[in-house]
């Protein structure tokens, strides 16, 4: 399974809303999970079960969608949310991410 | 405290082979699936293989299935990656994670692949 991320770099102003989008070649029902990444640092989990924020994850990240078409949307971003996401399928081995997108300060 | 530790890492020559080790604390290790992933230098995530809680259930990403094997002894709380005909290619960083959409990563192990 293919998973394509668009666009493959965003750039926002703090405060404003972030829109990313995962795209899968074929139907992973709901399992589908985001990640964030920093440099220097592991992949952080955030949202699992396509809508599920992850444990301590701050009510301003939520995803949605199911089937091929996912959404992650940042409310209100803030300047630790500038960082590379990733998304995950883990409907089927081999499991497989997304290229990434990158999320930058504009 | 949860943990996952990786170990194992280097420098190895194409051809070559290297077992990758990760060892987890401060949870039951036997409740949980568990992953290797990798991120080659300024790349991406790539998934490389899983294994379910009892051995039950082995993945492998096309790009190492043949080469690589995914092991765990739940009796050691830990979780392995024998990596065998190593390729420029397999030179990143792998990371072990707990379950399939994962909640818990290590700090990674690096591997260099290179004559």
């Known amino acids: 399974i293919v998973m394509t991320q668009s666009p493959a770099t965003l750039s926002v102003s703090p405060g404003e809303r972030a829109t990313l989008s995962c795209r899968a070649s074929?139907?992973?029902?709901?399992?589908l999970a985001w990640y964030q990444q920093k440099p220097g640092q592991a992949p952080r989990l955030l949202i699992y079960?396509?809508?599920t924020r992850a444990t301590g994850i701050p009510a301003r990240f939520s995803g949605s969608g199911s089937g091929t078409d996912f959404t992650l949307t940042i409310s209100s971003l803030q300047s630790e949310d500038f960082a590379v996401y990733y998304c995950?399928?883990?409907?089927?081995?081999?499991?497989?991410f997304g290229q990434g997108t990158k999320l930058e300060i504009k | 405290e949860v943990q996952l530790v990786e170990s194992g890492g280097g420098l190895v020559q194409p051809g070559r082979s290297l077992r990758l080790s990760c060892a987890a604390s401060?949870?039951?290790?036997?409740?949980?699936?568990m992953q290797w992933v990798r991120q080659a230098p300024g790349k991406g995530l790539e998934w490389v293989s899983g294994?379910?809680?009892?051995?039950?259930?082995?993945g492998y990403a096309d790009s190492v299935k043949g080469r690589f094997t995914i092991s765990r002894d739940n009796a050691k709380n830990s979780l392995y990656l024998q990596m065998n005909s190593l390729r420029a290619e397999d030179t990143a960083l792998y990371y072990c994670?707990?379950?399939?959409?994962?909640?818990?990563w290590g700090q990674g192990t690096m591997v260099t692949v290179s004559s």
């Open positions: 074929q139907s992973v029902s709901s399992n």
């Open positions: 401060g949870f039951t290790f036997d409740d949980y699936a």
């Open positions: 994670a707990r379950r399939h959409a994962s909640d818990i």
């Open positions: 294994i379910t809680w009892n051995s039950g259930s082995i």
């Open positions: 995950q399928q883990y409907s089927n081995w081999p499991y497989t």
């Open positions: 079960g396509a809508s």
